[in-house]
């Protein structure tokens, strides 16, 4: 079995989580088998192959994971629908506008996925969702469909795709907001 072969499925599977779709994971794990091409002349072995490659991945996988967290697709500014806002305004100082509670530190990535317990929070906010939502979501951010894939198996129009996903994906944020702590409870 090739390197390409053994190692293919779990770099993609350590991309994911740090980019937001597998099309962008699939362009990164591309991106770190190029660097390890250009790359291999200067391996010095002080670590293994393996540790090497994967440590390039992650490298690519974070700075592509945080310059795709920074843009925003022009049709998403769409998906709220009006007396729907997308943040709670509760989050929001009434005489600045900014920031009510900032953000808590979380636990890195590799923490929270190592226990379980966000993923499990994930899939159990997932099947509370409405079915309409609950098709969107996990197709989409589950099973990797493209929206054109899942507009026609569900038989939507892309607007309301991106509606569906939107909500579903708020009410996700929402319930790992609250489990992590990044946002102090109103009562």
Not at 74 to 80: D, G, I, P, R
Not at 93 to 101: E, Q, R
């Amino acid at each position: 079995m090739s390197l390409v072969e053994r190692h293919h499925a779990p770099l993609l599977r350590i991309a994911r989580m740090y980019v937001p779709s597998r099309e962008i994971a699939e362009d990164v794990v591309q991106e770190t088998w190029l660097a390890v091409l250009n790359g291999i002349g200067r391996f010095e072995g002080r670590s293994s192959l393996k540790t090497w490659i994967y440590s390039i991945l992650i490298n690519i996988a974070k700075t592509r994971g945080q310059r795709e967290r920074r843009s925003i697709p022009f049709s998403s500014a769409a998906a709220v629908e009006p007396g729907e806002p997308a943040v709670d305004p509760d989050r929001f100082l009434a005489s600045t506008g900014g920031w009510a509670p900032g953000p808590t530190p979380w636990k890195t990535p590799e923490e929270s996925l190592l226990s379980g317990e966000t993923r499990d929070l994930i899939l159990k906010t997932i099947e509370q969702l409405p079915a309409a939502q609950k098709e969107v979501i996990t197709l989409r951010d589950l099973e990797g469909w493209t929206a054109p894939e899942v507009c026609n198996a569900l038989e939507l129009s892309e607007t309301n795709q991106r509606v569906l996903l939107h909500r579903a994906r708020s009410k996700v944020r929402a319930a790992l907001e609250q489990y992590l702590g990044a946002m102090e409870q109103t009562v």
